[in-house]
Nanobody, 125 residues
Framework: QVQLVESGGGLVQAGGSLRLSCAAS????????MGWFRQAPGKEREFVAA????????YYEDSVKGRFTISRDDAKNTMYLQMNSPKPEDTAVYYC??????????????????WGQGTQVTVSS
């Protein structure tokens, strides 16, 4: 059973930067595809970014392309989301997730098997 713990959230000014981390335990991160999702108040959880095992290949939601970067350090069993030039509309609880890969679709939350508890990101204007 993989446990995921996010950290690095907080208050940031628009145009600043923030790096989220997702530390995994109870499993080897290199065997999982990983993703970041977010949920703003009153909205459904939405895809932000994903990274696969090989390549690795990366995927981004259109509104964060060019601003956010997903990466992984398998030696540290940790995944990251570098958020540059965040906007107030990026305010949400950010969740990391891991997929064993069966029927994996990077943008679909239902194809991820393990989730963290979330970390709040608030972007002030």
């Amino acid at each position: 059973q993989v446990q995921l713990v996010e950290s690095g959230g907080g208050l940031v000014q628009a145009g600043g930067s923030l790096r989220l981390s997702c530390a995994a335990s109870g499993g080897t991160l290199s065997t999982y595809a990983m993703g970041w999702f977010r949920q703003a108040p009153g909205k459904e959880r939405e895809f932000v970014a994903a990274i696969t095992w090989s390549g690795p290949n990366t995927y981004y939601e259109d509104s964060v392309k060019g601003r956010f970067t997903i990466s992984r350090d398998d030696a540290k069993n940790t995944m990251y989301l570098q958020m540059n030039s965040p906007k107030p509309e990026d305010t949400a609880v950010y969740y990391c997730a891991a997929s064993r890969g069966y029927y994996y679709a990077p943008r679909l939350a239902g194809t991820y098997n393990y989730w963290g508890q979330g970390t709040q990101v608030t972007v002030s204007s």
